[in-house]
């Protein structure tokens, strides 16, 4: 089929290769939002944060949670785990959307401040990098 109601496809070359930007260009948001925590003496007041809301050992999780940052995208722009990988962000930004930005609605500027639009253009990304490299099984 060479038409559709929403048009050709991309060649499949240029998509792939589209993907693998958006791999490495998620990966890096997040490793940076990581580092600056770390670097800007953040965990601990993160983790106060999540022992506030009732998080047990909260420092403990948000120790986790930096060294996730800085560990996955290291294995994501490596290309190993992928799947497994931006599944455990997948899970950290959700809980995030809903802990920190949902409150605000919806836009993260302009019409609103602090949303959750961010986080859902990278739980985005996340999930379509994670369908490319989800694990497949062997055929017999």
Known sequence: MTGSLFGTAAPAARAA?????????????????GVYRALAGGVVPFGDWLDGLGFPQGVAWATT????????PVLILTRRWVFWVCLA?????????????????????????????????????????????????ARA
């Open 65 to 72: 949670v930096t060294a996730l940052e800085w560990i996955g």
């Open 17 to 33: 290769q589209s993907l693998e930007l958006v791999r490495i260009v998620t990966a890096l948001l997040i490793l940076i939002h």
């Open 89 to 137: 962000h997948m899970g950290v930004l959700a809980l995030g959307l809903v802990l920190v930005h949902m409150p605000f609605g919806w836009f993260v500027v302009g019409a609103g401040r602090n949303g959750v639009e961010y986080s859902v253009l990278l739980l985005t990304c996340l999930a379509a990098t994670a369908w490319a490299y989800r694990p497949t099984r």
